[in-house]
């Protein structure tokens, strides 16, 4: 698969990098559309981290094995390297920085109180949805999509910061390529929802949504 080969760079860079006493704070990479807001002015990835209540995933295996598909464990620490690097050398990875951020704040706004295996469930739709040809191509079109992600005409969608369980899921599922669940799986909507939904599949119920193909 394309995104391995791409994520054994970048795991070579993380281990460079987390050699060093320190990592400067840097200005995001040039290129995105300006749409989507980065960190707050003067708030590093590490401020960040230490901001959240929850800020380890530590709990991602446990998840992934329920899922049934192998995943990395994913620390502040490792959240925190990983983000900076995604700003600092953007050409080692599969997506970008803002891509991260996006899918980080999408999850979290559909529930910020689920678990680590509910945020890479929602991520894995996202990610599915990128794979698929039925939907746009880049992370930003899959995310603002009329009628699809409600949670993104909330005023506070673009200024609220995610939880390091929300960044640790994106970046498992997006970098890592560790989706958990198959690649048909596109739609979920709330549990306290009506089950049936037109002609939609169910797959199974994760965390407070219910996922569909």
């Not at 050409?91 to 980080?104: C, E, K």
């Not at 949805?129 to 939907?135: D, I, N, T, V």
């Not at 997006?174 to 797959?203: H, M, Q």
């Amino acid at each position: 698969m394309k995104f391995r080969s791409i994520l054994a760079a970048s795991m070579a860079v993380l281990i460079v990098l987390s050699a060093s006493a320190a990592l400067a704070d840097t200005v995001a990479p040039s290129g995105l559309t300006g749409v989507i807001p980065l960190l707050p002015p003067g708030i590093t990835e590490a401020e960040l981290i230490q901001k959240q209540g929850r800020a380890s995933v530590e709990d991602s295996e446990e998840g992934a094995v329920a899922s049934g598909v192998a995943s990395v464990a994913i620390d502040a620490s490792q959240v925190e390297l990983i983000l900076q690097d995604l700003r600092n050398n953007p050409q080692n990875y599969p997506f970008t920085y803002n891509d991260i951020l996006l899918v980080s704040r999408l999850i979290y706004a559909e529930g910020d109180a689920q678990s680590d295996e509910s945020f890479r469930a929602m991520a894995s739709v996202v990610y599915n949805r990128y794979r698929s040809k039925r939907y746009p191509n880049t992370i930003e079109k899959i995310v603002f999509q009329k009628n699809q992600f409600t949670v993104v005409d909330d005023e506070k969608f673009l200024t609220d910061i995610p939880t390091a369980s929300a960044f640790g899921a994106a970046i498992d599922v997006f970098i890592n390529g560790n989706a958990t669940l198959p690649e048909t799986v596109l739609y979920f909507r709330s549990e306290r929802d009506n089950k049936k939904w037109g002609s939609r599949e169910y797959y199974d119920t994760i965390g407070g949504n219910m996922y569909y193909s």
